[in-house]
């Protein structure tokens, strides 16, 4: 417990920026009007192609008896691939909804 309680003390001003790193996300993504969330989304989504990069260097640079990282990297391959590509499918029916019907 003592050492969990040094391991605060030391790092108390990374704590303090992630609590207000989620209050101002909140504050952010509340107040993003309904007609933007779908492309912002998409676009967040999109972006986890850099999960993808990150999890392949992992299972890259894994050693083949550390289970934990081959597992986490499969994983986070995993998700990251559905992410990207809901973001995309997302996107596609977004711009089907202002085309033109025939």
Same mark, same amino acid.
């Given at each position: 417990m003592e050492s969990f309680l040094n391991w605060i003390s030391v790092h108390q001003q990374m704590i303090y920026i992630v609590i207000l790193m989620i209050f101002l996300g909140i504050e952010v993504i509340g107040h993003v009007p309904s007609v933007l969330h779908t492309p912002l989304m998409s676009g967040a989504n999109a972006i986890h192609g850099v999960v993808l990069v990150g999890a392949i260097i992992v299972m *890259? /640079? @894994? &050693?083949? !008896?550390?289970? %934990? @990282? %081959?597992? +986490? *990297?499969? %994983? @986070?391959?995993? %998700?990251? #691939? +559905?992410?990207?590509? *809901?973001?995309?499918?997302? #996107? !596609?029916?977004?711009? &089907?909804?202002? /085309? /033109? /019907?025939?």
């Open positions: *890259g /640079k @894994a &050693e083949s !008896d550390n289970w %934990l @990282a %081959l597992i +986490l *990297g499969f %994983l @986070a391959v995993v %998700l990251g #691939t +559905l992410n990207v590509v *809901g973001g995309f499918v997302v #996107t !596609d029916r977004m711009l &089907e909804m202002f /085309k /033109k /019907k025939k």
